[in-house]
């Protein structure tokens, strides 16, 4: 496997159990601790960050076999890595859309962002990120062990 993807994939499993260890706080105990709700923040972006640079990755290497345009934005790499990986769902390529701009409020507009915001979004993207993990090994396993 290819040693960058490698490393991506060893990062966002490194703060995808950091996040599942934020999200077992209460809601009431997680908006109680702005240590707790600046971590979860940081490693939500470090997360989305992780999947933006395996699918990058992805997308450049599949460039040698196919004439994919470069992507013009975060949203754009998965929906270019949905159309590489034939049984990904356009709903989750939707949810993958959805992480890449929660990410640029992150970094952008983190004050806009509040507390109750963050916690829902971990809530209900906590297990895309092994979704995404699974089909990305999946994939690898079709297009370069095969």
């Given at each position: ?19 599942e260890e934020i999200a077992a706080h209460s ?36 460039q040698f076999d196919k004439k994919i345009p ?77």
């Amino acid at each position: 496997m290819d040693e960058k993807l490698k490393e991506q994939l060893k990062l966002l499993e490194k703060y995808r159990l950091w996040l599942e260890e934020i999200a077992a706080h209460s809601r009431e105990d997680y908006l109680r601790d702005g240590l707790l709700q600046g971590a979860a923040e940081r490693y939500l972006q470090m997360s989305i960050e992780s999947c933006i640079n395996i699918g990058n990755r992805i997308i450049s290497l599949a460039q040698f076999d196919k004439k994919i345009p470069a992507p013009e934005s975060y949203a754009d790499v998965f929906r270019k890595l949905g159309n590489l990986i034939e049984d990904m769902s356009s709903q989750f390529i939707n949810n993958l859309v959805s992480m890449a701009r929660f990410r640029n409020r992150l970094v952008h507009l983190y004050w806009e962002v509040e507390p109750e915001e963050a916690y829902d979004f971990l809530k209900l993207h906590i297990g895309d990120f092994i979704k995404f993990r699974d089909y990305i090994v999946s994939y690898l396993k079709d297009k370069f062990i095969a």
